[in-house]
Structure formats: C-alpha cells, structure tokens
C-alpha cells in the first residue's frame, strides 16, 4: 500500500542526502573526518524519535517514524562506506566492507532470535508492551552507540598504515635486482607479488596524499 511507497521514498531520499551533507560540508572547507562524524552524529539522532514509534496512535505517525529511521540507516551505510574507502588502501577496501558487511549479516541473523526471546520472555510475563519498548529503545540507540565506538576508535580518521611493508618491498626489489645481474631466472611468481606489493605502497601514499589535502 501507500504505507511502504513512503517508507522506499524516504529511504532513496536519506540515501542520496546522507552522502550530499558531508560532500558538502567537505566543499565548506570542513576537514574530511569532522565532516563525516558530524553527519553520522546527525543520522544516529535522526534514529532516535524511533523509540516512540510504539506510542503511535496514526497508523500515519507510525509509518513516518520508521521511514526517518529507514531513511537514516541508507545515510548512514552511505557515509560508513565511504569512510572504510577514507581510512583503508584501495586494495584493502574492498576487503574491509566484506567483513563488515559479514559481521552485519551475522548480526542479523542473531538478532531476531534476540527479539524473539525478549518478547516471549515478556509475554510469560503478561507484559509483552514492555518487550516491544525495550525493543524499540535499543535500536533507537544503535546508531548513537555505533558512532561513539567508533569515535573513541578513530578519533580524526586517520588511514591506515601496515608497517614495515614499504621495508620489505624495497628489500625484495633489491634482491631481484641482484639476481638480474647474476643472471639467475626470476619467477612470475616472485615478480608478480612485489609488483602487487608496490602497487599497494603506491596505493597507500596516494591516500596519505589526498587526506592531507583535504585536511
């Protein structure tokens, strides 16, 4: 019905803006890393009118709860994606978002076995309301709680670096230099992992480089 037309409308809506905010508050001059932790502060309080969604008397008014929060979590998976791509190596992206989108779908695979045991839990108890506002409060929360981790976690965002692997690629060119001029046979094998390898530490300065400048 009409309900889930607003629901996927505001959703496609919190997806583009979420994206939109901090692209613009980047353009404003504002460094990288406050940019995205103030929009994603904006999307997790944006999560939170939906603890009073059991309240709801309209259909309407319930409907319009969830379709912020919706709307919200695409501006959030929006930004959060983007900020693995901030932090991260270009090779290493790719790798980051497939564990957290793991860990996301072992997460959802728990949690409605979690609901499930609250509100049988408080049914037993002739109170199953109570269940739901529980419910409904802790995913109000959820975003809040993500964000403050990951703030205390990465305070200004900074990219990641692995140590030590600018030493051992200049190591290894350095031994296949040699062998070239003792005439030994290198393999594919061996070339190809240290032209991945400074492919990677080129990969990583260019994202030093671009984080400098936007800061």
Known sequence: G?????????????????GYLSTYLIKKGMPLYKARKIT???????VLPIITARYAESIWVAVLLISIAAAAH????????????????????????????????????????????????YKLLGNITAGYNLIFLICGFAYLTAWIIMHFLTPRMEPVEFKNTSATTDKNMQDLISEVKAGNQISATKLESILIAMQQN?????????????K
């Not at 994603?40 to 944006?46: D, E, P, R, S, Y």
């Open 40 to 46: 994603m502060l904006i999307i997790a309080c944006t």
């Open 74 to 121: 695409q501006a959030w998976s929006a930004n959060i994606l983007t900020s693995a791509a901030d932090m991260f190596p270009k090779n290493s992206v790719s790798s980051v978002i497939g564990i957290g989108s793991m860990a996301g779908s072992v997460g959802g695979i728990f949690f409605p076995m979690f609901i499930g045991s609250v509100l049988d839990h």
């Open 202 to 214: 080129k990969d990583r300065k260019s994202t030093r480089l671009n984080s400098s400048h936007v």
């Open 2 to 18: 009409w309900e889930l037309v607003v629901v996927y409308t505001l959703t496609s809506v919190g997806s583009i803006g979420g």
